[in-house]
């Protein structure tokens, strides 16, 4: 059996904005990271770290 399994976290590659997934709101919500949110730039059009090296298919037993 095969499951997708869907990223967690993702980083913009061109301003440092990271989220992570809440799966109690079912959205992406913003890191914080000692006290501060890695919000990035507000108007940058976010190019995030996942491509075509993540594989979201899991082999299963």
């Known amino acids: ?9 993702r980083e ?3 301003c440092g904005r990271t989220d992570v997934w809440n799966d109690d709101s079912g ?3 913003v890191v914080e ?3 501060e949110r890695l919000s990035g730039d507000p108007f940058c059009l976010h190019e995030w770290d996942i491509n075509g090296a993540y594989n979201p298919l899991e082999e299963g037993a």
């Open 27 to 29: 959205t992406w919500a």
């Open 33 to 35: 990271r000692d006290g």
């Open 12 to 14: 913009c590659e061109r």
């Open 1 to 9: 059996m095969t499951t997708i399994v869907p990223p967690r976290e």
